[in-house]
């Protein structure tokens, strides 16, 4: 008789409330977060500037909502873990993030470097190639010291990585939940250096998620940390208005503060964007957010080739950051990325091997239908028992 004394017990499953509110979640994220990569098309630091009616609303697009946004999805990538965890062994597992996180970040790599060869041929401007080295080119396509060609997907490198250290995590949040966690802020304060995670906090948010799960955190009990978070995150958003009001830089910040108030914006604003979500779904809106779900992954993945390439074309016609017009590009290159990442995605959905590299091997359906089938019912909760 096989001894299962030691075998971790079931965690119930995730409500089909909750995962509506994930599905929210994706689709607000990455949204928000395309803010961050639209190129002002000027040197100097935007945040050192007279702050103006569009200044402001610039620095809480970006710094404040965008550069935030992610800290959510990664406590989400965390608290589903520990499902995948019981269901497979670590290896299994990490076979299974190398196909879903790593093909997607060297395809989407590629894709970017075929259009600056191709822009380099037609312009003879080559100054975003990688550096001609083995590292450089390490770097450009998986992320190993620095940024990738497509920036944001460093994302998807360190969530690998997290994921590879989960099963470690796992246990040691089980045995010593909070020595670990102090630990993990520890290394996000110091962790830079390391090269373990471009951002070290990602670890922390993904254990706090992992943490939630373990811990068996009622939906409610959730709900009420949220709500407590976003009573801090209203004090974190003031200091930050008022630190660019008086037009501190950050970057010129000791290394420990600034990160200090970057993981406390972005602990409270998860808390913010959670609270956020059950309105959404319960709102009018909820239908769209959710049938944009689909999209959400190659619209991460393809928003900031989309932004290099046509904000070349936006600025020439209204300008760099600092023209009356360039509000017109700040505000329509995210809307333009949801678009063609919709149309791109119904273009390839046929086609398995695109799906497998562009789209983590998950389909979509048809954007139009007057019914879903049972292909279509399938398809839908498999991709929930992804989540």
């Not at 003879?124 to 940024?147: E, H, Q």
């Not at 009356?324 to 700040?330: A, K």
Request: include cysteine; glycine fraction near 6%; charge should be positive.
């Amino acid at each position: 008789m096989k001894n299962t004394a030691s075998r971790p017990s079931p965690i119930p499953p995730v409500s089909p409330l909750v995962s509506d509110r994930v599905r929210i979640a994706r689709v607000l994220c990455i949204f928000l977060m395309m803010f961050v990569h639209v190129q002002p098309g000027i040197a100097e630091n935007v945040y050192d500037r007279d702050t103006a009616v569009f200044d402001f609303i610039y620095f809480l697009f970006t710094r404040i909502l965008g550069l935030s946004s992610v800290s959510l999805l990664s406590v989400v990538s965390g608290y589903f873990i520990v499902a995948s965890l019981l269901k497979a062994d670590p290896l299994s597992l990490a076979r299974s993030k190398f196909k879903t996180l790593i093909v997607p970040l060297v395809a989407w790599n590629l894709v970017m470097l075929v259009l600056l060869v191709a822009y380099g041929l037609m312009t003879d401007k080559w100054r975003d190639m990688p550096d001609p080295t083995l590292l450089g080119w390490a770097n450009a396509l998986f992320a190993v010291t620095d940024w990738p060609l497509d920036v944001p997907l460093w994302f998807l490198r360190d969530l690998f990585v997290c994921c590879l250290l989960s099963p470690l995590l796992y246990h040691a949040l089980k045995r010593f939940a909070l020595p670990t966690i102090v630990l993990l802020a520890v290394y996000t304060l110091f962790g830079d250096d390391l090269y373990l995670l471009q951002r070290p906090q990602l670890l922390l948010f993904f254990a706090l998620g992992m943490w939630l799960r373990i811990a068996g955190t009622s939906t409610i009990t959730i709900d009420r940390l949220s709500l407590a978070l976003t009573a801090g995150l209203v004090a974190m958003v003031a200091i930050f208005i008022t630190i660019r009001f008086q037009r501190v830089l950050l970057g010129e910040m000791d290394d420990q503060l600034r990160v200090t108030l970057d993981t406390l914006l972005r602990v409270t604003m998860a808390g913010g964007f959670w609270v956020l979500t059950g309105l959404i779904r319960h709102s009018g809106f909820a239908g769209i957010f959710i049938r944009l779900e689909p999209y959400a992954f190659v619209l991460f993945c393809s928003h900031a080739i989309l932004f290099n390439f046509a904000g070349i074309v936006f600025r020439r016609f209204f300008g760099n950051y600092g023209s009356d017009l360039f509000p017109i590009t700040f505000f329509t290159l995210p809307l333009l990325a949801v678009l063609c990442a919709v149309v791109g995605l119904q273009t390839i959905r046929r086609s398995p091997p695109l799906l497998f590299l562009l789209n983590a091997g998950h389909s979509v359906p048809p954007w139009r239908r007057a019914e879903p089938t049972e292909e279509d019912e399938k398809a839908s909760e498999r991709r929930r028992a992804r989540a």
